[in-house]
Structures are given as C-alpha cells and as structure tokens.
T-cell receptor
C-alpha cells in the first residue's frame, strides 16, 4: 500500500512568490492534517480537513495561507507571497477517522 | 496551552547500548501520549502510544510508561541497533472538546547508533 505522498520534497521560492504543496493521503483516508516544523522547533498543527471541508484551521496563519482538500485530487497547502519566515518543513498526515495519523515525508520549503 | 519537552540531541551510542530519551509534557486534562520515529527520507511513523496513566506502550524493543505524577513519557530500549538510527519525536493529543486529532510535538531527538 502506498503511504502518504507529498510533493515536491524540496521547494525553493523567492520572496513574494507563491508556494503550492501537495499531499496525497493513503487510499481510502478522508481526513488530512497539515503540520509545520520551523527550524529548531517541533511540528505544529496547522489545519485539519475532511473531503471538501475545513474542520479546524486554528493553527494556520490568517494571512497568505490557505488549504483545501477537494473531492478529487490531493490536498493543497498554498502560501501566497512567501517570506523568509515561511522556510520550514511542512508535513501532511492522513487517517481513516479520528485515530492514528499516517505521515508523509514532508516538503522542505526554502524562501530566498 | 499544551507543550512537550524532550531531550536535546544529538544522541550517539554504540550498538547494544541502553537508550533513554526523556520526554515531559504540560497539558490540560488527560492527553494520550505517543512516540513517533522518522527514518531518513521517510515520514513519521507511530512507534508506540499510551492512552492513560500507568499504561506502558511497547514496540520493537522500545517502551515508555505514562507517568501522570511526573508528567513524563520517557522512551527506553535495552540494546540499540544501528538500524535504530533515526529522529524520535514525543507527542501528545489533547483530550479537550473533541480536539484529540491535534497532535503537539517535541522538537525531536536525533539518535545515531554506531557499529
């Protein structure tokens, strides 16, 4: 079985550009979570989505960040007008319900 | 809010040495506690968990006991192998208001085991 897939694995953007991070959950999983790991910190919860719905976005910055999980296709975390402080590792996880979360390998975003 | 503090790394051990990685937490209520492991180039994998006080989680020779009195969940293994080299994360999930999906992580501890 394929696990959670994230792409790209590494992404370099210049300040002011947009970053799009993709997450394909485990087949059959309808719950997706995004976490961010800033340098020298632990993973921090950003957002929890079910198909076509945002359930909890309490950990996501109000400006420039958005997330979606459409009926078809991967979940997308979008960061507009990136700044250097957005440089981090972004992890996606999925679950079939409210139990064990299966994590992807992460996307390392570097903002120049 | 909830927080997890774990031992700073990196930790370097010889094969067959005893491993302890300390983890303490602050949380409201009665969280569930987890250890995740991340091997190079891979996603985090659940290593073990405990859902209530005095529970012991165990897997692959690793174990950790949920100690409510000391708010700790230290990871131990009696004899490490080179293949245990990875980053280890301690985490908790909130017990409040249906938000138990929200995991709070420590910073991670890099373990390197030399032959």
């Amino acid at each position: 079985n394929a696990g959670v897939m994230q792409n790209p694995r590494h992404l370099v953007r210049r300040r002011g550009q947009e970053a799009r991070l993709r997450c394909s959950p485990v087949k059959g999983h309808s719950h997706v979570y995004w976490y961010r790991q800033l340098p020298e910190e632990g993973l921090k919860f950003m957002v929890y989505l079910q198909k076509e719905n945002i359930i909890d976005e309490s950990g996501m910055p109000k400006e420039r960040f958005s997330a979606e999980f459409p009926k078809e296709g991967p979940s997308i975390l979008r960061i507009q007008q990136v700044v250097r402080g957005d440089s981090a590792a972004y992890f996606c996880a999925s679950s079939p319900g409210l139990e064990e979360q299966f994590f992807g390998p992460g996307t390392r975003l570097t903002v120049l | 809010g909830d927080s997890v503090t774990q031992m700073e790394g990196p930790v370097t051990l010889s094969e067959e040495a005893f491993l302890t990685i300390n983890c303490t937490y602050t949380a409201t209520g009665y969280p569930s506690l987890f250890w995740y492991v991340q091997y190079p180039g891979e996603g985090l994998q659940l290593l073990l968990k405990a859902t209530k006080a005095d529970d012991k989680g165990s897997n692959k020779g690793f174990e950790a006991t949920y100690r409510k009195e000391t708010t700790s969940f230290h990871l131990e293994k009696g004899s490490v192998q080179v293949s245990d080299s990875a980053v280890y994360f301690c985490a908790l999930s909130s017990s409040l208001g249906g938000s138990n999906y929200k995991l709070t992580f420590g910073k991670g501890t890099l373990l390197t085991v030399n032959p």
